[in-house]
């Protein structure tokens, strides 16, 4: 009867410390949802302030009164050229290769491209420095 009575006892010792230990998990559990909320409240709020920094409307209102920009009066929208049509490859039987060659390239009839000293530019940086300079 005592062995019954002590083993009623541990059990119930047993019960009671895994329902403290429970108690506790549930308590941090809350502590940490709260704290996620919180966290995607604060994360909701910047949200919001990026999007309205990032706004056009307030943009603008800054370019206009710290650097003290302008609207202009008009917009003119530019459209490139299109270069004329290919003409008809010969029918002599072989197939012909396509042009790769550049709109420049082509003006200049078949001629190399070259720059001012007469060397041909092969490189892209030294084309490219030719090419600025023209309007």
């Known amino acids: 009867m005592a062995s019954a009575v ?3 006892g541990c ?6 410390a895994a329902h403290v230990v429970l108690t506790q998990n549930q308590f941090q559990l809350q ?3 709260r704290q996620a ?5 604060r994360y909701e709020r910047l ?8 706004s056009p409307a307030r943009v603008v209102a800054a370019a206009q009164e710290r650097l003290g920009m302008v609207s202009p009066a008009s917009v003119k929208y530019l459209t490139p050229a299109l270069p004329p049509p290919a003409k008809p490859a010969p029918k002599t039987g072989a197939t012909a290769q396509p042009d790769t ?6 003006a200049q009839g078949n001629a190399q491209a070259q720059g001012d000293d007469g ?3 092969t490189d892209w940086s030294v084309v ?4 600025s300079s023209r309007p």
Do not use: I
């Open 119 to 121: 060397q041909a530019m």
């Open 128 to 131: 490219k420095r030719h090419l």
């Open 6 to 8: 002590m083993l009623g």
């Open 11 to 16: 059990l119930f010792f047993g019960l009671v």
């Open 101 to 106: 060659r550049t709109t420049g390239q082509r």
């Open 47 to 54: 949200r919001a302030q990026v999007a309205e920094l990032e």
């Open 31 to 33: 502590r940490a949802q």
């Open 37 to 41: 909320a919180q966290e995607q409240a």
